[in-house]
Structure formats: structure tokens, C-alpha cells
């Protein structure tokens, strides 16, 4: 019996992300209940109004991105897990990006939508073996990445994280990034007054000061040169900027201040920033 071919699906649809549901791990799916509740025999799916409607529905999309940026994120190659990172960054946008993980599961493994009609209608779907899973996600990260030119985009993310990147929860990746960004391995150890106003510096670059005198003079000179743009500051912003250097995180100066969210003082943040670049640019 020759199967017909199924007409042209959208890549809009939320249909076209159907085979990787039938892709997922045994101990991930029974995490997404939505998912969980469509059969494991596709035309049980497609030709159920009931069962389309659970497809057309914004929790199937909610939980099958979830679970596709899960088998996604480890071949990043970057610390910790997705939920160190928050929705702003680069790494897990990059996860979120569906449509081009179905496209490329589909091109690795001929994974698609005619291959799940290809299934005889009484057979269920197994579930694919994990290590195979992981092999084959392996496969199209690299692709993805290849193809779409996205190491560089990867490569400075690495070299520039930011505190932003991640959520409240604690983790050691979280505390070592705090360690590094507030300078305590450093060998110096001055801390910048200006958070993030001036020049990235690293550990290496701080090994470099090290063997320098003449580095530290001009940072001390450059701590001089903050402490008098500070003067310029409202009570408050001058405030905030002091709470950041002591390591307090956005939400705790929020609630200080009274702010809804820490969003509140990411504009202040951002608006002293661009005061300090005008300061140094009719001062320097």
C-alpha cells in the first residue's frame, strides 16, 4: 500500500512541530502534561477536532518549545542549565528558535510529518532511545550553529556575560559569575565605581595590572574621576549606583525604592550610564 502524500503544512503551524513531540524523551514528555495527552498514533491527532484543538493550543506551543530548547541548550557548550539563564539572553532565545530545530530535525533524520503518516495507523509511536536523542540534537545544534554563522554571536556571549543573564534562583554558576564580576579573585581587588560604564575588564586583564604600576596609578585616577561624576548624581541614582557596586541585585534596590520591578531600575541604570559616557566624553 502506497502512502499519499500529505499537502504542504505551514511552518507557522503548530502541526509542523508534531513530529518532535514523537521525539522527545519518555522522562521529559511525562513533564508537559499537554503534550502527554495526545496519543502516540499520529492520525489519532490529526483527525481528532478534540485532539487539534490540544495542538492549536498555546500550551502545546509552550511546552514543546520548552522541552525542544531543553534537548537544545547543552550542546551550547555553555555552564549550568537553560534556567540559569534569563529570556534576554542571546544562548536562550537561540534554544527557543523551533522552527529551525524541526526543520533540521527533519533534514538529519527525515523526522517529518509524511514519516509519521508513513507509520502504519495501528502501530504506536515508540519512544526513541535517549542516547540516540542525544546524538542526533548533537547533530543539528552543530548545524544550526554552522549554518546560520551563529558561533561568533556564541563565541562573545562566553566572553561577555552579564548579571542580567540570570534569574534569582542561587546556583554556583551564578555565585562564581558575581565572584569575577565584582572583582573579589581578582589580585587588585579595586572595585570599578562605575558598573559597566567603563571598559570590560576581566581576570586576565586584571593579571596584567598586576605587573603594572602605572595601570593602577591610572586606576586609581580613574576612581578619582568617578567619585567626581558621583557628585553630579540625585541622591537616589547616586544611591542605586552605590547599592550595585555592594553587589545588591536589581530587585532588592527596587523594593528599597519602591519601584514595581527591578525594570524600574534598569532605566536608571541605563540613564546614569548614559550621563557617566557624556561626563567622560566633555571631561576626558
Same mark, same amino acid.
Given at each position: 500500500?502506497? *502512502? ?31 503534550? =502527554? ?24 506551543? /509552550?511546552?514543546?518549545?520548552?522541552? !525542544? ?28 528558535? =523551533? ?23 495501528? /502501530? ?10 542525544? *546524538? ?67 581576570? /586576565? ?26 557628585? =553630579? ?32 531600575? !534598569? ?18
Amino acid at each position: 500500500m502506497t *502512502t499519499q502524500p500529505l499537502k504542504r503544512v505551514s511552518r507557522e503551524s503548530n502541526l509542523a512541530h508534531l513530529p518532535f513531540v514523537y521525539f522527545l524523551p519518555e522522562e521529559l514528555i511525562v513533564k508537559c502534561p499537554t503534550l =502527554l495527552r495526545l496519543p502516540r498514533k499520529v492520525r489519532e491527532v490529526v483527525y481528532n477536532e478534540y485532539m487539534m484543538e490540544i495542538v492549536n493550543s498555546d500550551q502545546f506551543m /509552550d511546552e514543546i518549545m520548552d522541552a !525542544v530548547a531543553v534537548l537544545v541548550f547543552p550542546h551550547f557548550k555553555f555552564r549550568g542549565w537553560k534556567e540559569h539563564y534569563s529570556a534576554d539572553s542571546p544562548v536562550w532565545k537561540l534554544t527557543y528558535l =523551533l522552527g529551525l530545530w524541526s526543520q533540521l530535525l527533519e533534514r538529519e533524520i527525515g523526522w517529518g510529518l509524511q514519516k509519521l503518516f508513513d507509520i502504519p495507523s495501528c /502501530d504506536e509511536i515508540p519512544f526513541f532511545d535517549p542516547e540516540y536523542i542525544k *546524538t542526533t540534537m548533537e547533530s543539528i545544534v552543530k548545524m544550526g550553529i554552522t549554518e546560520n554563522k551563529l558561533q561568533p554571536i556564541l563565541d562573545l556571549v562566553r566572553k561577555m556575560p552579564c548579571d542580567e543573564d540570570f534569574e534569582k534562583c542561587p546556583s554556583y554558576v551564578k555565585t562564581d559569575f558575581f565572584r569575577k564580576w565584582y572583582h573579589s579573585r581578582t589580585k587588585v581587588g579595586i572595585m570599578i565605581p562605575i558598573d559597566d560604564c567603563t571598559k570590560g575588564i576581566d581576570e /586576565d586583564y586584571h593579571t596584567t595590572i598586576a605587573a603594572d604600576p602605572r595601570t593602577i596609578t591610572d586606576m586609581i585616577a580613574q576612581e578619582e574621576f568617578c567619585r567626581e561624576f558621583k557628585k =553630579l548624581l540625585s541622591e537616589r541614582d547616586r544611591e542605586i549606583l552605590e547599592m550595585r557596586e555592594e553587589g545588591y541585585i536589581f530587585e532588592e534596590i527596587a523594593e528599597k525604592f519602591g519601584y514595581k520591578n527591578h525594570s524600574g531600575v !534598569v532605566k536608571r541604570k541605563q540613564a546614569i550610564k548614559e550621563a557617566y559616557l557624556e561626563y567622560e566624553r566633555k571631561n576626558r
